[in-house]
């Protein structure tokens, strides 16, 4: 079992529709999600992080978090042409210690359809 | 306010050469982290460093990897006697402390021949 897994995809949702990205990950004792976006050929973005179970909203995007179930999704409301891209969900186990060090899935690739 | 910069940003080596990778941090920003990326694979954690110290280096292969984080100047990934299963997209990311909030540079597509 990976130790944080993502769908490949790709998914495609039409302009203006709600995309829906989901993570699971292994370690129960994880604290710390992220969800990056990485443009073709380009370096991941930070859009959004969350700590807490639940959801935070920031925009059009909104991460949630459920830690019972060990999954972390990210919802894109009103989605944008420019909205296509890859989203890695990346994840601080336990065992990164008090440093930046992430596990990443290998991401989704949303394609947004005008 | 330069974002973290990598150069070069596409290096060519044949087999069995040395390749080297340099990354600046973000101004302000003392924490560096290596990672690299296969093709439709994510990011793999290399190594960590701060200035003049290796924290973590769980991720780098015992052979042929080293890095570095001089007092003065880049942080540079070494890569000798190159592979072609080296051929990766390598990128650096910087922090201001040890908070997880990576920023990543654009990256140093590497092709072995």
């Known amino acids: 079992q990976k130790e944080v897994e993502q769908n490949s995809g790709p998914l495609s949702v039409p302009e203006g529709a709600i995309a829906s990205l989901n993570c699971t990950y292994s370690?129960?004792?994880?604290?710390?999600f992220f969800w990056y976006r990485q443009y073709s050929g380009k370096s991941p973005e930070l859009i959004m992080f969350?700590?807490?179970?639940g959801d935070k909203e920031d925009g059009r995007f909104t991460a949630q978090l459920n830690k019972a179930s060990q999954y972390v999704s990210l919802l894109i409301r009103d989605s944008q042409p420019s909205d296509s891209a890859t989203y890695l969900c990346a994840v601080k186990t336990p065992g990164s210690g008090n440093t930046g060090k992430l596990i990443f899935g290998q991401g989704t690739t949303l394609q947004v359809k005008p | 306010n330069a974002g973290v910069m990598q150069n070069p940003r596409h290096l060519v080596r044949r087999r069995g050469q040395e390749a080297r990778l340099r990354c600046s941090p973000m101004?302000?920003?003392?924490?560096v982290y290596w990672y690299r990326q296969l093709p439709e694979e994510g990011l793999k954690f290399m190594v960590y460093?701060?200035?003049?110290?290796?924290?973590?280096e769980s991720g780098m292969p015992k052979e042929r990897f080293s890095a570095e984080f001089p007092k003065e100047g880049p942080s540079i990934l070494r890569i000798q006697q190159v592979v072609r299963g080296d051929s990766a997209a390598y990128f650096c990311?910087?922090?201001?402390?040890?908070?997880?909030?990576?920023?990543f540079g654009s990256g140093t597509q590497l092709s072995v021949l």
């Open positions: 101004k302000g920003h003392s924490h």
């Open positions: 460093l701060q200035k003049e110290n290796i924290i973590d």
């Open positions: 990311a910087s922090s201001p402390d040890r908070a997880e909030k990576l920023f």
């Open positions: 969350i700590y807490s179970n």
């Open positions: 370690d129960r004792g994880s604290q710390s």
